[in-house]
């Protein structure tokens, strides 16, 4: 396990030690990820990578409280997750980390702003104050002009950048993405990136990043790639090794 807090100085978001996830299907049972052993720290820009069925979506999911590992230890922000009820689950959900999709999940019939909002609904917030909050982030990422446009009247990358505003809305300590640039044209792909860094640059926002695409892991600080269930390298891209040089 690499340890990053000499030079992060943070205790870690994430603490995942021996993840596990078995599946069971007619008796047959199937390691889809084994002994995965982590921390990321606060202000770290991380890629999942390795190619499709190597696991990478199945520790997505357990990282996002979407499911529950079979085997080992996962805390966020200090909380140990294995021990949650499934009410907790979804709290500590939805408090604490924003998603986005590859194929977006925005509801059709919303506005951009409605989209936007919606997270804030979940967590209880005024009308007003969700929808001023929804409004500077959609403006934050160069949408205000398109507040009260509807998904099928917007292109894929200004989809992906209402996607990013609804993710921040409950303003979380962890964004994880799951190929956010695998249904967009090359141009459309740079540009979400380019926010994606923005983000982590300039909010200190900690992101992870699952994709099959090395392109995309290159602009990450960090890289945990994944075979076969298997967590087999975790390293860091070496154009920020340089930039770390005195």
């Known amino acids: 396990m690499m340890d990053h807090k000499a030079q992060y100085g943070k205790e870690p978001v994430i603490i995942a030690q021996g993840l596990q996830r078995i599946f069971t299907n007619g008796g047959v049972s199937t390691i889809a990820l084994e002994e995965a052993s982590f921390s990321i720290f606060p202000g770290e820009m991380v890629a999942i990578i390795g190619p499709s069925g190597s696991g990478k979506s199945t520790l997505m999911a357990i990282l996002g409280c979407l499911d529950r590992p079979t085997g080992g230890s996962y805390k966020l922000n200090g909380r140990e997750v294995t021990t949650l009820d499934d009410d907790d689950l979804s709290r500590l959900r939805n408090r604490t ?81 799951d190929e956010p640039t695998g249904n967009l044209d090359s141009r459309s792909g740079v540009e979400i990136m380019a926010y994606f860094r923005r983000l982590n640059l300039e909010q200190g926002v900690t992101e992870i990043i699952v994709t099959h695409d090395p392109h995309v892991a290159a602009q990450c600080d960090r890289v945990l790639e994944i075979h076969d269930g298997k967590l087999v390298r975790d390293y860091k891209n070496a154009k920020d090794a340089e930039a770390l040089q005195p």
């Not at 967590?123 to 998904?151: D, I, M, N, Q």
């Not at 200004?158 to 300590?173: F, G, K, W």
């Open 97 to 177: 980390i924003g998603f986005v999709f590859q194929s977006f999940n925005l509801l059709q019939r919303s506005t951009a702003l409605e989209n936007v909002e919606l997270p804030q609904i979940y967590a209880g917030v005024s009308r007003k104050e969700r929808s001023e909050r929804a409004k500077r982030l959609l403006e934050s990422v160069g949408l205000g002009h398109r507040l009260h446009h509807k998904p099928n009247t917007i292109s894929g990358g200004e989809m992906q950048r209402v996607a990013i505003a609804r993710a921040l809305a409950n303003d979380p300590s962890l964004i994880l993405a």
